[in-house]
């Protein structure tokens, strides 16, 4: 039995702690949900960072076969910070990257399992909020082979008699 599911399995002290890092250009936001900054270690053991706590709800991906599972996740928008650090991605063509990390409150050396990291593939923003949605590379509306033999380039597929 792992830890998240003794955690689910139980009513003890123990809570969840989400957290986002958000990556958009050169800029890097770390964020929790909830009243309390977090500081916690990465992944890999030697990053230390400081989740800042903020009004954030996180959708995670359904685990289904369907080839999307989108992470949608809401940010409050009050200051202005997220719609300009997205317009300001916007307009120099930089990508948007997300990734999203489970800790256990007892325990913040690492996440409780391995992170979800994803495109940000579009949202959209308010005064008060934004609603963004990232994914995986969707499977399942790609082009196979990638390189496609058509006619204009070999022109010998056409079969004449």
């Not at 890092?21 to 990053?47: P, R």
């Not at 359904?62 to 991605?89: C, E, H």
């Not at 033999?149 to 079969?159: A, E, I, K, S, V």
Request: aromatic residues 10%.
């Amino acid at each position: 039995m792992t830890v998240l599911e003794r955690l689910y399995a139980s009513s003890g002290i123990e809570v969840i702690i989400d957290t986002l890092q958000i990556n958009v250009g050169n800029d890097v936001y770390y964020l929790t949900k909830g009243w309390e900054d977090v500081v916690a270690t990465l992944e890999d053991g030697s990053t230390i960072v400081t989740f800042i706590a903020s009004a954030i709800d996180v959708a995670l991906p359904a685990r289904n076969a369907d080839g999307t599972q989108d992470l949608k996740f809401a940010i409050s928008n009050i200051d202005g910070a997220v719609s300009s650090s997205i317009q300001k991605s916007i307009d120099n063509l930089e990508g948007a990257s997300v990734v999203y990390r489970k800790y256990i409150s007892t325990d913040l050396s690492a996440p409780a399992e391995p992170p979800y990291a994803m495109e940000i593939k579009g949202g959209y923003w308010k005064s008060t909020e934004a609603q963004i949605t990232a994914g995986y590379m969707n499977v399942l509306d790609r082009l196979w082979p990638r390189f496609r033999y058509t006619l204009p380039l070999f022109p010998g597929l056409r079969h004449t008699s």
